[in-house]
């Protein structure tokens, strides 16, 4: 069976799966186009079980562009606590404050140039909220749709992409929203990475070519992964009586944020004051990780032109980022 055959066939298989099985989340009760934004750049790199909670109250505190729009970077920020990424938080602020300008767009095109939103966010969201047909193609659509056609090409090859995009343009049906969310809720649900798939519940098991062919698993074929790069770190948690320093981080990874004082390479933290504790902690970004050790430091004086906070003021009104979480602990 030639390929564009087999994938119209999976059309209204997924999409009567999907009415029937789709997880009830919160940003699929009530949907604008700036409720899909919000949601989609959520759930760009964090797992939906952690963005449930995250989206309600953010759609409860900024319920608009316009209130979005209006807020500090700083209370953006706090409401993105626990997300991690933060680049999303200040480009869904910058992208609030365009669409209280000039409305939300309505094609791909206007949404794909605002800020933080990428191909897929944009297929989805012109998908989902829009009504377009406009293929969100990510990993999870490249696994079932690799499996189905049992199609060995390398989906880290940009080609490849491009190419299964095309291949869903061509068949996208009129329920644009629930084709959508149906192939996600497939790859989430049923046709999962890194275990065996659960053909038995799949809409697809009679026409899914590999697994005809028992050769579910070896689908997706890719490159090996890019190497993440160590960064040896110091991390001071220096107190003067009930405060303690921070620092706004100027530049690199988690810019814009508090932080504790933090350095590349050793130390030396008795320069400081006295060291009364330290730990090692390990943080993972996408492609760095920071291997940090901590120093809790009593010093006599404040200064070093840092920001001087009490453990209240810092759990109230600054978003420390989950890397410094295993040094925050020292503060309550
Ligand atoms: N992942 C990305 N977008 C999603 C959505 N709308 N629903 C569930 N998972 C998703």
Redesign the pocket.
């Known amino acids: 069976m030639e390929d564009a055959r087999r994938v119209s066939l999976a059309v209204p298989l997924v999409l009567e799966w999907y009415r029937i099985f789709k997880r009830d ?1 919160p ?1 699929r009760r009530e949907r604008t186009p700036y409720s899909a934004l919000v ?2 750049l959520m ?1 760009q790199q964090t797992r ?1 079980e952690a963005v449930k909670e995250k989206y309600v109250a953010f759609m409860r505190r900024f319920p608009t562009a316009e209130a979005l729009a209006a807020a500090s970077e700083d209370e953006v920020f706090k409401s993105w606590e626990g997300l991690g990424y933060y680049s999303r938080a200040r480009n869904l602020h910058k992208a609030a404050k365009i669409i209280a300008q000039e409305g939300f767009p309505r094609t791909w095109v206007g949404v794909r140039a605002l800020p933080g939103v990428g191909d897929y966010t944009a297929g ?1 969201i012109s998908s ?1 909220a829009l009504g377009l047909k406009e293929p969100a193609v990510d990993g999870n659509v490249l696994r079932i749709l690799t499996r189905l056609l049992a199609d060995g090409s390398n989906i880290d090859e940009s080609g490849t992409k491009a190419r299964f995009k095309a291949l869903l343009a061509e068949v996208y049906p009129d329920e644009t929203a629930d084709f959508c ?1 149906a192939l ?1 809720e497939l790859g ?1 649900l049923v046709c999962v990475p890194n275990r065996p798939p659960m053909c038995g519940a799949c809409p697809w098991s009679d026409l899914c070519k590999a697994h005809i062919e028992g050769r579910e698993t070896e689908f997706p074929v890719r490159f090996p992964k890019r190497e993440r790069k160590q960064v040896e770190a110091s991390v001071l948690v220096l107190r003067c009586g009930n405060k303690y320093a921070l620092e706004k981080r100027e530049k690199g990874l988690l810019k814009g944020l508090y932080g504790f004082p933090f350095f590349e390479g050793e130390i030396a933290p008795a320069a400081y004051g006295t060291v009364l504790e330290s730990k090692r902690a390990v943080h993972i970004f996408t492609h760095v990780e920071w291997d940090m050790t901590g120093y809790l430091v009593d010093t006599a004086s404040e200064g070093w032109g840092y920001l001087w906070k009490t453990a209240e003021e810092i759990a109230s009104a600054c978003a420390l980022p989950s890397a410094f979480c295993a040094f925050k602990a020292w503060l309550f």
């Open positions: 989340l940003w949601a989609e759930l939906v989805a989902i969310e996600m989430a």
